[in-house]
């Protein structure tokens, strides 16, 4: 938005998020050609994990893209991209058997996952409007619209964090379940550990990026006094 020596404080973020990229493709590369023992596909795993743990009512679907797969609380459905719903991988069952964990922590009640729902509608108007009203502040030096701006991007910040707890328990769960319920071996934990890492390492990222842009809107509403 604003190429000033403020800039600089992004780059290590950024550099972050461009490293999780490389990982998290590497990652599922990687797992994605190996066979899991079970022979078991996303879809089965993610099925079978479900009705393991009650969750009956819980619909899992397919979609296209790549590494599109999430959970979606409003219709409790679990979707995963093709090459998981079909594809019988180590790395496809790891991602199912996460996105599942999400399907559990939405059915146990787990607090940040509530609070994450709740503050979306924040965070989605946050992130529309927050760097336009800043950067109108700014440029017409009207404290109230940067502050506005910078209220805005702190939901936007609250969510990524509250991000990290969610998506790091649903990995937990998702480790426990298919080692537990006998779906992987002790070798085939470490590489379904290394998918899930990998993709929390980009929420870590995102988590970065955002708070370092809030940092450098706080030292612009600073320097717009002098």
């Excluded at 493709?25 to 089965?44: C, D, E, L, V």
């Excluded at 979606?72 to 496809?92: E, F, I, K, Q, W």
């Excluded at 989605?124 to 502040?137: D, E, R, T, V, Y």
């Amino acid at each position: 938005m604003f190429l000033d020596p403020t800039f600089l404080l992004l780059i290590p973020a950024l550099a972050l998020a461009f490293f999780a990229q490389i990982r998290v493709r590497s990652a599922f590369k990687k797992y994605s050609q190996i066979p899991n023992r079970r022979g078991m596909t996303g879809y089965q795993a993610a099925r079978r994990i479900l009705e393991m743990n009650n969750l009956h009512d819980v619909n899992v679907e397919e979609v296209p893209g790549t590494l599109s797969d999430h959970y979606d609380p409003r219709d409790r459905t679990v979707r995963l991209s093709t090459d998981n719903y079909r594809g019988a991988s180590l790395a496809a069952l790891s991602v199912a058997a996460h996105e599942v964990g999400h399907a559990i922590q939405h059915a146990t009640g787990y607090s940040p996952l509530k609070i994450r729902h709740s503050i979306l509608p924040v965070t989605n108007l946050g992130s529309w409007a927050a760097f336009p009203l800043f950067m109108i502040g700014f440029l017409f030096r009207s404290p109230l619209m940067m502050d506005l701006g910078i209220l805005f991007f702190a939901g936007v910040v609250l969510f990524h964090l509250v991000t990290l707890p969610v998506e790091f328990n649903a990995s937990s769960r998702a480790i426990k379940q298919l080692a537990g319920g006998g779906y992987i071996t002790t070798e085939e934990a470490g590489g379904a550990k290394s998918v899930l890492n990998a993709a929390a390492l980009t929420y870590v990222a995102a988590a970065a990026v955002s708070a370092m842009h809030l940092v450098r809107l706080l030292m612009l509403r600073g320097m717009s006094r002098e």
